[in-house]
């Protein structure tokens, strides 16, 4: 994989308007991780995406519309701990008909009955999926869903949330973390980004990617949910979900070493990787 090959396809043709950008839609947030939501939709629209909107409970909407005018949110059903509702479902099931990708996880909550919304859209949307943190925990044990879909996920699993999901022993040597995520991508015909030091990009036709940006720092809260945001926004922008993985890992990465350099690895922190994308993308893309 020639990142700067693949990055080609971001150059922007003068006559582009929002619509041709993607649409992309990120179920995210409940009470007391609002951050998570906001981190993800900022990153998608740092990442090209041309319309972002925010799927998140109810309860949380007022602090959410408050904290950046260019998301657009969409409140839906909560439960009484401020988490997505199963009755939310149909709301999404309808608006995903006016998408091009959508994204499920942060900042979700464990709480059971979001996990069971989580699995319904999962097993029902037709749009491509990028699954991660708390849209993965729903997942344990109901790996199924997966055979089932008609359209690409990808799941972005940190080495902790892959043994949960996918059993088995995880070392730190990069041999084993390429044979473990091949072995999870073929299984369940899903594209794997088994994150940390070079983080691995699996598709299930045996296509592996080992990304080589990225630093310590970046072992922060947050992280990931940039990540989430960057991926599926490549991912509406016309990438497949290989290619969006493989770029959206280098360039989280890339953004994240900029950030280091200016703020140290010690102090780095989420809201710096996602300051950092706009440079990151005028290095990559010609």
Partial sequence: MNI????KKLRRPATVHKGDMGRVFILAGSRGMIGAADLAGMAALRSGAGLVTLGIPDAIYL???????ELM?????????????????????KFCRTQDVMAIGPGLSQHVTTQKLVRRVSADTALPL????????????????????????????????????????????DAVRKKRAAEAAKEHGVVIVLKGHHTVVADPAGEIYVNK??????ATAGSGDVLTGVIAALAG???????????????HGLAGDLAAKAVGKTSLIAGDILMSLPDAFKEVVP
């Fill in 4 to 7: 700067h090959t693949l990055a």
């Fill in 63 to 69: 602090i959410i519309a408050r904290r950046n005018s």
């Fill in 73 to 93: 949110t969409r409140p839906l059903p909560s439960t009484s701990k401020g988490t997505l509702a199963l009755s939310a479902f149909p709301e999404i099931r």
């Fill in 130 to 173: 990028v699954i991660d943190a708390d849209g993965l925990n729903a997942l344990q044990g109901h790996l199924d869903l997966f055979k089932k879909r008609t359209a690409p996920s990808v799941l972005t699993p940190h080495p902790g949330e892959f043994v949960r999901l996918f059993d088995g022993k995880l070392d730190t040597s």
């Fill in 213 to 218: 940006t990225g630093n310590p720092g970046m």
């Fill in 237 to 251: 922008q016309g990438f497949s979900l290989y290619e969006a993985a493989c770029l959206g890992v280098h360039v």
